[in-house]
């Protein structure tokens, strides 16, 4: 996980998209998943691994993936997930559409890992506020019109505040750690 929440606020910190979102609501998620290495065949470059509830999986690892040699049988693969959602009013003469993404290896002679991150910015226009804050209506930059359930207390907060016609900038954050560990 600190792998991809570093990332995340590397990310963010470089982003225009963080000024922005610096005081609004987040809403974030993390999972973690864990294999262990059954086998390792260099020639083909395919680790066999076993899954935690037992099953297993083949995968063919290209050579983007530096230090495939280091992959020994018994290491463990860590795979963490985050997923974050920040809402902020919108500020004037902003883009209404912004992506950015970053990727990061480790250097040559490290253990085997990676990360990789992408941020999507959207404005909205507010269309209308239900049940307290529990649902808001809205238009996306496209046109495309959607009605979410708000789950999250400080998300419903934000939107009590709101007002038909408010524009909004929600921020979509998608990192993916991996990283191998030696057997213990």
Known sequence: MRAALTAAALLLCLSPVAQAQRDSPVVSRTERVTAIVESVDQGSRTVLLRREDGSFVSMKLGAEVRNFAQIKAGDRVVVEHTEAVAAAMAKPGQPPVVAAEADTRRPVGARPGAATADVLRVRVTIDQ????????????????KRTIAVRNPDMQ??????????????????????????AQ
Request: charged residues 15%; hydrophobic residues 45%; proline residues 5%.
């Open 129 to 144: 506020v239900f049940s307290g804050g529990q649902m808001v209506s809205f238009t996306g930059p496209a046109g495309n």
């Open 157 to 182: 907060n934000f939107v009590r505040g709101l007002r038909t016609g408010d524009q909004v900038e929600v921020t979509f954050i998608d990192v993916v750690a991996i990283k191998v560990e030696p």
